[in-house]
């Protein structure tokens, strides 16, 4: 059974930096992804994903500029970098994986899914 372990998040004030990571668990290579729900939304938004071997990326454009995707392999951790936050970053993201190796946005593409960590961007 694959799990990911997510770790980071909090409280940060607008403007602010944070680093979301994700640990897979046992280790393995795969390609992941990000995803964010917001209060009151029913459903997650993307927000990035990355190639089980770090040689592609892509970033939603809400958050590009802002946000990047990165990995380390030999830790099997991806990580999501979040600077210059927004108020409107404020929200629940969730790390996921799939087994198939390439870059997919929607969220039914994923098939393992991380816990879960508030990220809350306020003054």
């Known amino acids: 059974q694959v799990q990911l372990v997510q770790s980071g998040g909090g409280l940060v004030r607008p403007g602010g930096s944070l680093r979301l990571s994700c640990a897979t668990r046992p280790s393995g290579l795969y390609a992941k992804g990000w995803f964010r729900q917001a209060p009151g939304r029913r459903a997650r938004e993307f927000v990035a994903?990355?190639?089980?071997?770090?040689?592609?990326?892509v970033i939603a454009d809400s958050v590009k500029g802002r946000f990047t995707i990165s990995r380390d392999n030999a830790k099997s951790t991806v990580y999501l970098q979040m600077n210059s936050l927004e108020p409107e970053d404020t929200a629940v993201y969730y790390c996921a994986a799939r087994n198939g190796g390439g870059l997919r946005i929607g969220a039914e593409d994923y098939d393992f899914w991380g816990q879960g960590t508030q990220v809350t961007v306020s003054s």
């Open positions: 994903a990355i190639t089980w071997g770090g040689d592609n990326s």
